[in-house]
């Protein structure tokens, strides 16, 4: 089933006709407890589910823990809720999903996440509306879930969401700062699905809408918002959603997980640290390190139309324009501005890259490559060399 979509402004009034539809008996709602009613999602979701049973879960922390999942799972099943709505950011998209997907399964949710077990599809009708633009999770049929400290993806075809409702006036009370978090996460995830070794034409085609529309967006959209920069990143991000969604993330989302979870980074900005660098590193691609199955001149073709999509003539130039547009919008790019000194780079090259975290990347990563980068933006490092 394809995936129904509203979108623009006003768009969230379609809530109340899409639920009307499915006709649940109890709708399970995935809130974040700050944005939810600052973002004008409260009202419209009180409004579309007048007279209809309903629970409410907001009992999660900002990238979801297995433990807030099960909490979930057992809510959803004691209330036994046949719609699941998610609405807010990254965590509150992601914890519905999971929770959606887990709460139908004979086996503990953790024994699931951990991989190994194939899951049944989820049952309940699943329904996406984003306050933020924007990890793009509405669009991907996965979610993240941390055990302690290590970061897992719960992946399952039925995860898709079977409607979206993207309606920018529910990001306008963004602050600042997530505005910047969330819209570099949509960039990144853009250029990293672009060269990803997954990308198929759709999905590379979806990262390139999603460039020309995010980053000439971007910086209004901190700064100075208005009606169509907010419009334009919301779409960016749905866009580098779907095309995640196919070709999945690469080396610096692998490598910003243990920055979040370790150093309390938030993931937007976490990925933003390293992507800018791995320009230049995957344009040293030769025979000995191609990960890409179509080979070096596939990947050069790729990035080169990386490059021509960002109207920058080297990886040099790609690199200085994502790290000058993360700062102009506010976002540090070293690790001593977030807190994170030296000697604690032997603990992200571990966590960031094992196991098998950066197989995705167009150009094989090395501890050794991933602490020369590292050390390059961390204390006193020259960024604009
Ligand atoms: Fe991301």
Redesign the pocket.
Known sequence: MPQELYSGYGSVARLGPVVRKARPECVFLVFDKGAFAKSGAERAADRALDGIRRVGFSDYVVNPRIEDITRGVELLRTEDCDMVIGVGG?SAMDTAKSVSLLAVQDSEPVAIVRGGIEPRPRQATLVMVPTTAG??SESTHFSVVYIGAEKYSLAHPSMLADTVILDPALTESMPPYLAACTGM??V??AIESWWSVNSTAESREYSRQSLALGIPNLEKAVADPDRGARECMLLASNL?GRA?NIAR?TVA?AV?YPITSLFGVP??HA?ALTLPWFFEFNDRVDDDSVQDRRGVEHVRLVLSEILEALGVGSAREARRLIVDLARRIGLAANLSDVGIGRDDIDAIVRHGLSPHRAENNPRRVSAEDLREILERISDGADLDG
Do not use: P
């Open positions: 990254g990890t793009g996460d949509a990144c995830q580098a995640i993330t989302h910003s993931h937007g990925v």
